[in-house]
């Protein structure tokens, strides 16, 4: 079964422009991660962000974390065609990673 | 840069056949995974291994699935006999210390 959930589904955005995906997940963790998939292609870690961590920042990548809602948000800035991916967000706790459906990602140039 | 192979990359198969996907993880790490992601899903694990003992099994389905990792390097998954259901992509991944995992290009399977 799949812990995390991705919000929105899907996602369209004009090259420039900034994207946020949100995550939310059921239980307790110890890490939550974002990763990228392009189509067809395996998954690709972005940023892992601790428990006990609110924020992280990585280029143009900025990720917070909130354990009191289960929730955690990614944001792109300036995105790029190149950022059309599928993006998924995993959660652990003394477990493997439990992965989310992803959000679509769709940068129009 | 040190990459998870995978391969092949294609497989269609008919039902009732034996397939079997082949993964070399990043040299030197320790745990290595298979998952199984299904056309719009994200990826769900099937068996994680660390050196050649398995971790995690719990949602391999015994009946048709192995999956082995002899010499606690390279690692094979097979599935015998393959189902309509089993049509997705596979994904082996690798990791040092147990928490980024590196994944490799997956093996995309349809069984006809």
């Known amino acids: 079964s799949q812990q995390g959930e991705e919000d929105p589904q899907a996602l369209s955005i004009q090259e420039g422009e900034n994207a946020t995906m949100n995550c939310s997940y059921k239980?307790?963790?110890?890490?939550l991660q974002w990763y990228r998939q392009n189509s067809g292609r395996g998954l690709v870690h972005l940023i892992l962000i601790r428990s006990n961590e609110r924020e992280k920042h990585s280029g143009r990548l900025r990720v917070t974390l909130d354990t009191s809602k289960k929730s955690s948000s990614l944001l792109i800035t300036a995105s790029r065609a190149a950022d059309t991916a599928s993006y998924f967000c995993?959660?652990?706790?003394?477990?493997?990673?439990?992965f989310g459906k992803g959000t679509r990602l769709s940068v129009i140039a | 840069e040190a990459e998870v192979a995978q391969s092949p990359r294609y497989k269609i198969t008919e039902k009732s056949q034996a397939v079997a996907f082949w993964c070399d993880p990043i040299s030197g790490h320790a745990t290595l995974y298979w998952y199984r992601q299904i056309l719009g899903q994200g990826p769900e694990l099937l068996v994680q291994f660390q050196d050649e003992s398995v971790v995690d099994d719990s949602q391999l389905p015994k009946d048709r699935f192995s999956a082995e990792r002899l010499k606690g390097v390279d690692s094979t998954l097979k599935i015998q006999p393959a189902e309509l259901g089993d049509s997705a992509m596979y994904l082996c991944?690798?990791?040092?210390?147990?928490?980024?995992?590196?994944f490799g290009p997956g093996t995309r399977l349809l069984v006809l």
């Open positions: 991944a690798s990791s040092s210390r147990g928490e980024t995992q590196y």
């Open positions: 995993a959660t652990d706790f003394n477990t493997p990673l439990v």
């Open positions: 239980t307790s963790i110890n890490n």
